[in-house]
């Protein structure tokens, strides 16, 4: 998804890293996908 957003908005950039933000929760147990991601990129160097 990131690579999607960086071809439409920064098409010169290029995807080093990129994590995306996993939730835990104690009442299920479950993981849950969150809309926040962390990472890195490059541009003209």
Do not use: H, K, R
Not at 15 to 40: K, P
Request: with cysteine.
């Amino acid at each position: 998804m990131m690579q999607v957003w960086l071809d439409e908005n920064m098409p010169d950039a290029t995807l080093e890293e990129c994590t995306a933000f996993i939730a835990w929760t104690n009442y299920d147990g479950n993981n849950y996908l969150t809309d926040y991601a962390s990472g890195q990129i490059s541009q003209n160097g």
